[in-house]
């Protein structure tokens, strides 16, 4: 829980940003019921709910969901992953069992609760959108050791066929290989390497990120390749990260021939009724068999559900659709406000909180957003973030066209760099 402008604000944690059609119903309820009814979707594939009339309440509803498996761990289970799942033409493994087993990991060591709530985890499927979020530590699996049996559509989990990737600390290679089935012995190893070298250096321990400490990805390296027998250094080509892709919206083509769907929300954010919107395409259901279902009580079957992954974008991914149903899903969503077409102004436009949430900005930059966007035929060339203060809060990586409010207008700068946007390129006019 945090204090914001608007009252108390209470971030859920999704790792891999997986979450089901009945957790979606719940948050959606508990928005409406408990806070300003609006779900906010996270540059870490979390969400947050604003202007809460009864933290506790939501924190014990969202418990019984199954969304906070550790109270103790709860600001630590930061872990993103690739929202494809290895279904891709790219994939080679699904990260789903390995994000699953990291959390479980995490969960599981008292001392890993001390890790800064801003420390990331990422989980590549082979597909390279995870690297460019420069997330402390990031699996990115290189190639299947053994061919092996698999489900239609999806890559190997963890062990079940050798797959081998390499570790990058900070988004920068470390040039460790690791298997992947002791791939999270490796990360959790990392994380904790990370806690020894803070508090080893007095001028240090304030750190959140292993960018932080002087050296941090080369000393954590030291710390692996001798104490960790299945760390195994390695001479091979590094890993290059590139930049992060850009938010999209459409349909992407699975290797079974089936399609994975991906919506905007504009701005990212939800309101209670878009949120059960997504979770009746996610019922596999349309709106008129959604109704029929609640009224018999069969709310959802986990068994027939189609897999849901929120993304470091601000997006939400639907998974293993058949092209009918796909088109059945984008006619609920686009009835709902939220956007799945490629060609949409809303393609690429961020904003943060801004007033009156937010104490520190100096404009609506919600409403300014939602104001310019009305006056585009399409999408923008560059993603562009809106700001209400030098903060930021919420800026992409990679080239971005910030607009920053400055009490009398807003200043525009395009930014480009792996750090996310820290280097100005270029300056225009004073927008008012």
Same mark, same amino acid.
């Given at each position: 829980?945090?204090?914001?402008?608007?009252?108390?604000?209470? &971030?859920?944690?999704?790792?891999?940003?997986?979450?089901?059609?009945?957790?979606?119903?719940? @948050?959606?309820?508990?928005?409406?019921?408990?806070?300003?009814?609006?779900?906010?979707?996270?540059?870490?594939?979390?969400?947050?709910?604003?202007?809460?009339?009864?933290?506790?309440? +939501?924190?014990?509803?969202?418990?019984?969901?199954?969304?906070?498996?550790?109270?103790?761990?709860?600001?630590? *289970?930061?872990?993103?992953?690739?929202? =494809?799942?290895?279904?891709?033409?790219?994939? =080679?493994?699904?990260?789903?069992?390995?994000?699953?087993?990291?959390?479980?990991?995490?969960?599981?060591?008292?001392?890993?609760?001390?890790?800064?709530?801003?420390?990331? +985890?990422?989980?590549?499927?082979?597909?390279?959108?995870?690297?460019?979020?420069?997330?402390?530590?990031?699996?990115?699996?290189?190639?299947?050791?053994?061919?092996?049996?698999?489900?239609?559509?999806?890559?190997?989990?963890?062990?079940?066929?050798?797959?081998?990737?390499?570790?990058? @600390?900070?988004?920068?290679?470390?040039?460790? #290989?690791?298997?992947?089935?002791?791939?999270?012995?490796?990360?959790?190893?990392?994380?904790?390497?990370?806690?020894?070298?803070?508090?080893?250096?007095?001028?240090?321990?304030?750190?959140?990120?292993?960018?932080?400490?002087?050296?941090?990805?080369?000393?954590?390296?030291?710390?692996?390749?001798?104490?960790?027998?299945?760390?195994?250094?390695?001479?091979?080509?590094?890993?290059?990260?590139?930049?992060?892709?850009?938010?999209?919206?459409?349909?992407?083509?699975?290797?079974?021939?089936? #399609?994975?769907?991906?919506?905007?929300?504009?701005?990212?954010?939800?309101?209670?009724?878009?949120?059960?919107?997504?979770?009746?395409?996610?019922?596999?259901?349309?709106?008129?068999?959604?109704?029929?279902?609640?009224?018999?009580?069969?709310?959802?079957?986990?068994?027939?559900?189609?897999?849901?992954?929120?993304?470091?974008?601000?997006?939400?991914?639907?998974?293993? @659709?058949?092209?009918?149903?796909?088109?059945?899903?984008?006619?609920?969503?686009?009835?709902?406000?939220?956007?799945?077409?490629?060609?949409?102004?809303?393609?690429?436009?961020?904003?943060?909180?801004?007033?009156?949430?937010?104490?520190?900005?100096?404009?609506?930059?919600?409403?300014?957003?939602?104001?310019?966007?009305?006056?585009?035929?399409?999408?923008?060339?560059?993603?562009?973030?809106?700001?209400?203060?030098?903060?930021?809060?919420? =800026?992409? &990586?990679?080239?971005?066209?910030? @607009?920053?409010?400055?009490?009398?207008?807003?200043? *525009?700068?395009?930014?480009?760099?792996?750090?996310?946007?820290?280097?100005?390129?270029?300056?225009?006019?004073?927008?008012?």
């Amino acid at each position: 829980m945090h204090e914001a402008a608007d009252g108390p604000l209470a &971030r859920v944690r999704l790792p891999g940003g997986a979450i089901s059609p009945a957790q979606l119903r719940e @948050l959606a309820a508990c928005a409406e019921e408990l806070g300003g009814g609006v779900i906010e979707l996270t540059s870490r594939a979390n969400v947050q709910v604003r202007a809460l009339r009864s933290p506790a309440a +939501f924190a014990g509803r969202i418990a019984a969901a199954g969304l906070l498996p550790s109270a103790a761990h709860e600001r630590v *289970r930061n872990i993103v992953a690739s929202p =494809l799942g290895g279904r891709g033409p790219a994939g =080679l493994l699904d990260p789903a069992p390995l994000v699953a087993a990291l959390d479980r990991a995490l969960c599981a060591l008292p001392r890993l609760a001390g890790l800064p709530g801003r420390f990331l +985890f990422a989980v590549d499927d082979g597909t390279g959108d995870m690297p460019g979020l420069g997330a402390d530590v990031t699996f990115v699996p290189s190639a299947p050791e053994t061919p092996v049996a698999r489900p239609e559509g999806t890559a190997g989990g963890p062990g079940d066929g050798g797959a081998v990737g390499r570790l990058l @600390l900070a988004g920068a290679d470390a040039g460790i #290989v690791v298997r992947a089935e002791v791939a999270v012995q490796v990360m959790v190893a990392a994380a904790a390497a990370f806690l020894d070298e803070r508090e080893a250096t007095p001028g240090e321990r304030a750190a959140w990120r292993i960018e932080e400490l002087t050296d941090g990805p080369a000393r954590i390296t030291a710390r692996l390749t001798t104490a960790d027998p299945t760390a195994d250094p390695t001479s091979g080509p590094p890993i290059s990260p590139g930049p992060s892709p850009p938010q999209h919206a459409g349909r992407i083509g699975q290797r079974d021939g089936r #399609v994975a769907l991906e919506v905007v929300a504009p701005l990212g954010r939800l309101s209670a009724a878009q949120a059960r919107a997504l979770a009746t395409v996610a019922s596999g259901t349309d709106g008129e068999c959604a109704a029929q279902e609640r009224a018999a009580g069969r709310v959802s079957d986990p068994a027939t559900d189609v897999p849901v992954r929120l993304t470091p974008w601000r997006t939400v991914m639907f998974l293993d @659709l058949s092209p009918e149903a796909a088109g059945r899903a984008e006619r609920t969503l686009a009835e709902a406000g939220l956007v799945t077409d490629p060609a949409s102004p809303w393609v690429g436009v961020s904003a943060c909180t801004g007033r009156p949430g937010c104490a520190k900005a100096r404009a609506d930059v919600q409403q300014d957003a939602r104001r310019w966007v009305a006056e585009l035929d399409g999408p923008a060339p560059d993603p562009v973030h809106w700001a209400g203060c030098e903060r930021r809060c919420g =800026l992409p &990586r990679g080239r971005v066209v910030q @607009l920053t409010a400055t009490g009398d207008g807003y200043r *525009r700068t395009t930014t480009a760099g792996r750090d996310g946007g820290q280097h100005p390129i270029a300056t225009q006019e004073r927008l008012q």
